[in-house]
């Protein structure tokens, strides 16, 4: 069953910006940590943003003071505002957690951390940014 549903995708110019949404209010579980990954044509999935439950949030290099990460907890929403987009920014964005009850540590770490059976993740949405 569809547990998170990514949304806010587009096609933008360089320079614009869009605001992700992921819908998690069908999953079962408190969310301890809660990531956005992007994977790009011929590149590997890679995790951009995560948050933890009280807010703590971490960033790739790559993404860092153009990306923002947070959470509505009420609304069981996770969001990522993207300002400044570029080309290089273009991929099918995901939403994901896990069950466990631990904070998200690096980002390195998340993409194993949340494999099946146990990671739980969106359809993905697309971002294009031309140039």
């Known amino acids: 069953q569809v547990q998170l549903v990514e949304s806010g995708g587009g096609s933008v110019q360089a320079g614009g910006s869009l605001r992700l949404s992921c819908d998690a209010s069908?999953?079962?579980?408190?969310?301890?940590?809660t990531a956005w990954f992007r994977e790009a044509p011929g590149k590997e999935r890679e995790a951009v943003a995560a948050?933890?439950?009280?807010?703590?949030?971490r960033y790739a290099d790559s993404v860092k003071g153009r990306f923002t990460i947070s959470q509505d907890n009420a609304k069981n929403t996770l969001y990522l505002q993207m300002d400044s987009l570029k080309p290089a920014d273009t991929a099918m964005y995901y939403c994901a957690t896990d069950p466990a009850e631990l904070r998200c540590g690096a980002l390195d770490t998340l993409l194993r951390r949340f494999e099946p059976p146990f990671g739980v993740w969106g359809q993905g949405t697309r971002v294009t940014v031309s140039s």
């Open positions: 069908t999953y079962p579980y408190t969310r301890y940590c």
């Open positions: 948050i933890d439950r009280d807010g703590s949030t």
